[in-house]
């Protein structure tokens, strides 16, 4: 029967590393492909993502000249649910297509200076939507 193949472990997945190549698609954080608020700039917005999945983006924190925004994966599922008004603003981001949630550092003029993708349950309450925030479907007022 012949001596069975020999397989690696797995590695630990390690969320420290930091991607700033190949990540082209993050120019859209400078608008999005449906913005949800406005204020002197796209603040929280869905855009698109290779894979026929989206993003939904937030602002989360500035110190200085750096900015913080958080980039939460949907399947095509969540993101309808999420424009419906089905499901909360935060549920994108604690329940992120993959389980991760980015964490895209800008600097002073807008670039990408590095892209975290962390465990979503890392990220910090305070950066989030609060709690029960919905859009309001399509074609109904504010």
């Known amino acids: 029967m012949g001596k069975p193949k020999r397989t ?64 939460a994966p949907m399947s095509p599922e969540m993101r309808d649910d999420l424009h419906a008004g089905r499901v909360d603003l935060r549920d994108a981001f604690e329940r992120p297509f993959g389980e991760m949630v980015g964490q895209a550092t800008l600097d002073a003029a807008g670039r990408v200076t590095a892209l975290h993708w962390v465990p979503a349950d890392t990220i910090p309450s305070d950066w989030l939507p609060p709690a029960g925030e919905r859009l309001s479907p399509a074609g109904e007022g504010a």
């Open 8 to 71: 690696k472990p797995m590695r630990e997945p390690r969320y420290d590393n930091v991607y700033t190549e190949g990540v082209e698609w993050l120019d859209s954080l400078a608008g999005g492909d449906v913005v949800h608020i406005y204020y002197d700039r796209p603040m929280l917005y869905t855009t698109p993502l290779p894979f026929d999945l989206s993003a939904l983006v937030v602002f989360a924190d500035e110190e200085e000249d750096v900015e913080t925004w958080l980039i």
